[in-house]
């Protein structure tokens, strides 16, 4: 039977290290994803990966509501990033002792992609940076994570109308500059409230 | 959809990769926080200032230990039973004019100010009404607010207000004290000789005294000739002079003469010369010796 991630981290917080490395497994793509929506480099955001989730060992005695330990795993990674210098500063010296990768056989297909999905994410991540902070982590944490309007505001610790908010505005803003640079109409990735984290 | 906002596809890690993170996470998490380099960085940065900060303070010629006195030794003035030698202090007083009395209610008297001086004590301005509606204090009396602005300077000596100042000795304090009946004054600005100035609190004590007073330790950095007092000035919330005595640098000088207050020595920079010609000689000699040798 599979434990629910509010059990998992609730034993995280009695110093379980299993418990905290399920939880890892279970969210490692997850974040991994939204820092390389946020930075736009895969090889960065798996560092990024790691200080999270040693941040959030750091944080573990933190008390979590059901539910909400992926918000809250958001939230640091949304933190992490803004202070991205700052946190791998911190972590320089565990980074220092990940292994190295070893070469994959058959990876030269999936690099092409990866190589294709950073180049892609630039352009975005260029008009994105125009908009104000608040907005673009609102943004990339519902339109592009699947986050419902809950769990975003959980994560970034401001009201659910904020998000809404903020969102709305987004997407307005990002219409007219992706208008302004010539790409005609854009389709903004539409996020319901029942979202999916 | 537009090519800039398209949804970035999810990725897994890449092959092995989660699970290297996963027992890297595993390791660090297991082992304890370590002592980081930050942490390590911040104790030196702590060490150095608290060694920077020691070294300022104890430092007489920069003149910030008497200011950080100043900072955090000004007390609140208190309501307090006054002692009977303080009874005695203003009972003893005169009024400027022989034969009168000044009419001093001694019972009454209060703390106008007090100031803690490290390797002194306490120097404490005592206040007083009188019936004629006036008021005394150790600067003396003004029984009928004659006189709306009053300046002293008291010379005191290491360790009590009862101990005379030693000339020559430098472990002394020079303080500049004063009064002012004048209604819009709110603080007191001394001035300089090399043109800058300070401002001290002016305190204000209801009535029947209702009168401003203060007190300040003058720095050992104005000591020196060409930084020392020249005027006090009574001041409105504009900073605008109200008021003003300009005795008090003749008096500092005259104590000075007598040998009180002596002006702090300054460090004669040619003393520095003594190293470097030093090492120079040595060197010279060491080369000589070198020759001879050859």
Redesign the interface.
């Known amino acids: 039977m599979e434990l629910d991630d509010s059990v998992l981290w609730a034993r995280s917080a009695e110093g379980d290290t299993g418990a905290f490395a399920l939880l890892f497994e279970r969210h490692a793509k997850a974040i991994y994803n939204y820092c390389f929506r946020r930075v736009g480099d895969w090889s960065a955001a798996e560092d990024l990966l790691s200080i999270v989730f040693l941040e959030a060992w750091r944080r573990r005695g933190k008390q979590l509501p059901p539910g909400k330990v992926l918000p809250w795993l958001y939230g640091i990674a949304t933190n992490v990033v803004r202070n991205r210098r700052r946190s791998e500063r911190r972590y320089r010296a565990a980074l220092a002792r990940v292994p190295a990768a070893e070469p994959a056989a058959d990876f030269a297909e999936e690099a092409v992609d990866r190589a294709d999905d950073e180049r892609r994410l630039r352009h975005a991540l260029h008009l994105l940076a125009k908009l104000p902070r608040r907005q673009q982590d609102v943004f990339v944490l519902c339109a592009w994570s699947g986050l419902s309007y809950e769990d975003a505001a959980f994560a970034l610790r401001v009201p659910v109308g904020t998000v809404r908010s903020r969102l709305a505005r987004a997407r307005d803003a990002l219409q007219e500059l992706d208008r302004l640079e010539g790409h005609g109409p854009t389709e903004v990735p539409h996020t319901e409230e029942t979202a999916e984290g | 959809?537009?090519?800039?906002?398209?949804?970035?596809?999810?990725?897994?890690?890449?092959?092995?990769?989660?699970a290297?993170?996963?027992?890297?996470?595993?390791?660090?998490?297991?082992q304890g926080?370590?002592a980081?380099?930050?942490r390590k960085r911040l104790a030196a940065a702590a060490a150095l200032v608290v060694v920077v900060a020691a070294a300022l303070l104890a430092t007489p010629a920069f003149g910030l230990r008497d200011r950080i006195v100043n900072l955090f030794a000004a007390e609140q003035p208190e309501r307090q039973r006054p002692p009977q030698l303080i009874k005695r202090l203003f009972e003893n007083m005169f009024d400027a004019r022989p034969n009168e009395s000044t009419g001093v209610v001694a019972d009454k008297a209060r703390v106008a100010i007090r100031l803690a001086i490290p390797g002194y004590g306490h120097q404490t301005l005592w206040v007083a009404p009188t019936r004629a509606g006036g008021y005394c204090s150790n600067v003396g009396c003004n029984r009928t607010r004659s006189t709306p602005f009053r300046v002293q300077m008291q010379i005191a000596g290491p360790t009590s207000t009862n101990s005379s100042p030693q000339p020559g000795s430098s472990n002394q304090h020079v303080f500049i004290l004063g009064d002012t009946s004048i209604p819009k004054a709110r603080g007191i600005a001394i001035q300089f000789e090399d043109g800058s100035f300070e401002r001290t609190p002016l305190v204000w004590v209801s009535k029947p005294i209702d009168a401003g007073f203060f007190l300040y330790v003058l720095p050992k950095s104005h000591w020196k000739p060409g930084k020392r007092p020249v005027a006090v000035v009574a001041e409105d919330t504009q900073g605008q002079r109200l008021a003003g005595d300009a005795q008090v640098g003749s008096w500092l000088r005259d104590a000075q003469r007598s040998g009180l207050a002596p002006p702090p020595k300054e460090f004669n920079r040619l003393w520095l010369i003594v190293p470097f010609a030093a090492a120079l000689l040595a060197a010279a000699a060491l080369l000589a010796w070198r020759r001879l040798r050859c």
């Open positions: 959809m537009s090519s800039e906002f398209w949804i970035p596809p999810s990725r897994d890690l890449p092959s092995g990769r989660t290297a993170r996963a027992q890297h996470l595993r390791a660090e998490i297991a926080p370590r980081g380099t930050g």
